[in-house]
């Protein structure tokens, strides 16, 4: 049976009240990455940019082809991912021992970074994005602990936080009330919100989003109630203990790729959602908004890059209209999920739906505008 058949397929129209509505514009002003009355908070400035000076260098230094087992507990995403990668770091690491390492025995731990990257990004894109921000499907209590499990190991804000951010972004998307307002540059809703206070506007708006749903939830309690214990034991303490202690690994470099690659790296991948997909690529579906159809982003995160669909449809759980391996994964796990009686209810956007809208308002970019590519569409 495929797994949307049973799926209650629904359209904007269907949400009710307290639902995340489709997009709602606040007023807006323009305004600049920087603004005279910005309070620029220092203690994350430091941070994030010591973090990425020393996760820069060990980008460019690390010895890749001597670290495998790390590199696949602790890096990459999927196959292809894996496979590109190589590829990648194999002429790195001889541009590194060309430049860097000639003569240097590095000690021979091997192989280890796909299982969190893997493990983490699933946190956050089935996780704290399409199961608790946008409800697109519901889970059984062991799926939400285990997804639960795989958010607190990447690193990032308590789920109430990151939803709370997250539906604000989605109502006033690329407003004065986006915490992460694209508007205001490619640096700015990358990484550059981060580091500043939020304004009034973000956080009076913030107070009207329903997050009933999410202090009902036991799981999202719990978790939340002991974050700074259980962030920091998940995303960094287990992550470097596990290969060290059973794998026998040198704690150094596992502490590299795990703290100064992995977690740059994981953050970077998130933040390109907010960041390239609301500048660069097509407006299928709706060509009033920022939020783009970008490829690119879809690769690295695992499905979160079809954002022009994704802000018009935010429930829809595959958040992209087609079924695809290698550019949406997270749709395909959900499906085995969904076959195996672990999540249920889970919401599409209906094909005419789709099709209507996109006729309607978006830039003509659509496979339904083009012929020749709509037998090659897989819908389902
Ligand atoms: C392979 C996988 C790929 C995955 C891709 C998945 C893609 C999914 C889709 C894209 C989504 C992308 C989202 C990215 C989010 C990442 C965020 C991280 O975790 S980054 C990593 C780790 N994180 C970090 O590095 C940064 C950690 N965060 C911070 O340091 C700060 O929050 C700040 C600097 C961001 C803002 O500081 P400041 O402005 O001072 O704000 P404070 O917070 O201090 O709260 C002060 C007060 O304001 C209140 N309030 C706040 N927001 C709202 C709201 N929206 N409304 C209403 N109220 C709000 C708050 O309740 C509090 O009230 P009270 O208690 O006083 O009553």
Not at 246 to 268: A, D
Request: positive net charge; contains cysteine.
């Amino acid at each position: 049976m495929p797994p949307n058949s049973s799926s209650a397929a629904v359209n904007a129209t269907d949400l009710k009240d307290n639902e995340i509505t489709p997009i709602e514009m606040t007023s807006k002003n323009k305004l600049r990455w920087y603004e005279p009355e910005t309070k620029i908070l220092w203690v994350n400035v430091i941070f994030i940019v010591t973090l990425h000076v020393i996760s820069l260098y060990y980008f460019i230094t690390f010895p890749y082809t001597e670290h495998k087992i790390l590199l696949v507990w602790s890096e990459y995403f999927n196959l292809i991912i894996i496979l590109l990668k190589y590829f990648f770091f194999l002429i790195l690491s001889k541009i590194n021992k060309y430049f860097f390492f000639s003569g240097t025995n590095y000690p021979s731990v091997q192989y280890t970074a796909l299982i969190t990257t893997y493990i983490h990004g699933f946190g956050i894109v089935a996780g704290a994005h399409r199961l608790w921000a946008h409800r697109s499907y519901k889970a059984k209590l062991p799926f939400r602990i285990i997804l639960a499990l795989c958010f607190f190991s990447t690193g990032q804000n308590s789920i109430f936080n990151w939803v709370r951010d997250h539906r604000v972004h989605h109502k006033y998307t690329d407003t004065e009330a986006d915490p992460h307002d694209s508007t205001r540059g490619f640096w700015f809703s990358h990484v550059g919100w981060l580091m500043i206070k939020k304004k009034d506007e973000v956080r009076q708006r913030g107070r009207g989003i329903d997050m009933t749903d999410i202090l009902e939830d036991p799981v999202v309690q719990f978790f939340d109630r002991y974050f700074s214990i259980i962030n920091p034991m998940l995303s960094f303490v287990v992550p470097v203990f596990i290969p060290v202690y059973f794998f026998n690994q040198s704690l150094k470099w596992t502490i590299v790729t795990q703290i100064f690659m992995r977690y740059p790296w994981l953050l970077n991948i998130t933040w390109s959602v907010n960041s390239f997909a609301h500048m660069f690529g097509y407006h299928s579906y709706d060509k009033s908004i920022r939020p783009t159809q970008n490829i690119f982003v879809s690769f690295v995160t695992g499905g979160e890059g079809w954002h022009n669909y994704h802000h018009v449809f935010p429930w829809d759980y595959k958040a992209n209209e087609f079924k695809s391996f290698w550019f949406n994964p997270t749709s395909l796990y959900l499906d085995m999920f969904h076959k195996l009686g672990l999540i249920y209810d889970l919401r599409r956007a209906t094909p005419d739906h789709i099709h209507k809208l996109a006729e309607r308002k978006g830039d003509g970019t659509h496979h339904s505008q083009h012929k020749f590519s709509q037998k090659a569409v897989d819908c389902s």
